[in-house]
């Protein structure tokens, strides 16, 4: 692994505890989290890992929420992290139960599809959203999806219910989109983040033959995937399956190396490449 993504995890922890995105900058809950699950996918424990699920803890709302800031409170996209990062810390169990309970009664806005809409996909099927209020997309309903079957909440409804959206949403082509499907009948392009978010959250809960040609598409884009956020989801994707690339250490190091060039990745970055680089058998398998 290379030795700076370690180094760029622990430059941004804080006194107070938890992580920044970046050097010298202010506590994230998505920073946190991820470099905590980082950490932990390296079999590496340190007290500041627990200050920092301390701090989630502290900023967790009543309901079990963790918002991506406290002044945004419908912003609870990064409670599935959090789940992940309290993790098999008994010390943490009431805040991850908590966290999960909020997951299992909260979805997105979800309705009967109208006629003449211009979107493809079934509407009425619940997921989660990125932010309150809002409609259920692919990224957020794999997130969380994989906290709850982490959690050991793997036959409920609630899950099934997202492996139900999430195969609604597939692309003809394979491959998944931020969510939609067809726009006034026109079919949208895949996203490799997306499609590997969604890979990562079905392994057991669809066929391979449902999800082959995102698999097959996967693999044909893998190795033009310069983004940290692309490839570390496409390789986590694959893995699940098991299709990693042999050469995805590679890949990894050298998209890591691109730091030099194009400047520092925030924290979420960094931890999803260690975690990308260490979960041979996916996200879930790494939490089994």
Known sequence: MNKRAFEDIWKRSLPEGGFAARPGGRYRADSTAWAIVAMRACGIEAQRLQTARQRLSADQQPDGRVTLSTELPGSFWPTPLAVLAWQSCPEFSLARSRAVS??????????????????????????????????????????????????????????????????????????????????????????SESTGLALSALPGLASREAVSRSIALMKDAVRSLKTPISLGWAILGLSAWGERPGDADDLIDRCLGRQSRYGAYDTSMVGLMIVARKAEGGLLDAFA
Not at 145 to 172: C, K, N, P
Not at 173 to 186: A, K, M
């Open 102 to 191: 909020f997951l299992l009664n909260t979805a997105g806005h979800h309705f009967r599809r109208a006629a003449d809409s211009p979107a493809g996909h079934d509407t009425s099927i619940p997921g989660w959203p990125w932010i309150e209020g809002t409609h259920s997309w692919v990224e957020p309903t794999s997130l969380a999806m994989i906290a709850l079957r982490t959690a050991g909440h793997g036959s409920h409804e609630r899950v099934s219910d997202g492996a139900r959206l999430l195969l609604d949403r597939q692309l003809s082509r394979g491959g998944w989109n931020y969510g939609n499907t067809t726009v006034f009948g026109t079919e949208l392009a895949p996203m």
